[in-house]
């Protein structure tokens, strides 16, 4: 009986830390999407505001993801994308070989 409140104890200290490190990793990402909606939130009422029809957009947006990409997840490979070979064909698609006839 002693054996098994022992091991209770050791797998409930156990859940206890991995529900910190969860908090926290919970927070840190609430955080950053606070930033990231106020952020968006100022950029659509710039753009509202400076009568943009849709083109003054895309100059910022790769600002934005070279900022999303310099994030440190907490745990690596938790958000990591796997490695793609779609990249060669330029809109998401793989480069396509041509036909032989």
Not at 13 to 29: D, P, T, W
Not at 74 to 101: E, F, L
Request: proline content about 7%; glycine content about 14%; charged content about 25%.
């Amino acid at each position: 009986m002693e054996r098994l409140n022992t091991k209770l104890y050791l797998k409930n200290c156990y859940i206890m830390k991995e529900n910190e490190r969860l908090r926290k990793a919970a927070l840190l990402l609430n955080q950053e999407n606070q930033a990231l909606l106020s952020e968006l939130k100022h950029r659509l009422a710039k753009s509202a505001a400076g009568g943009g029809g849709g083109g003054g957009g895309g100059s910022n947006n790769s600002k934005g993801n070279a900022a999303a990409g310099n994030r440190v997840s907490p745990k690596p490979g938790v958000d990591a994308a796997p490695p793609s070979s779609h990249q060669a064909g330029g809109k998401g698609m793989p480069a396509t070989k041509p036909k032989p006839k």
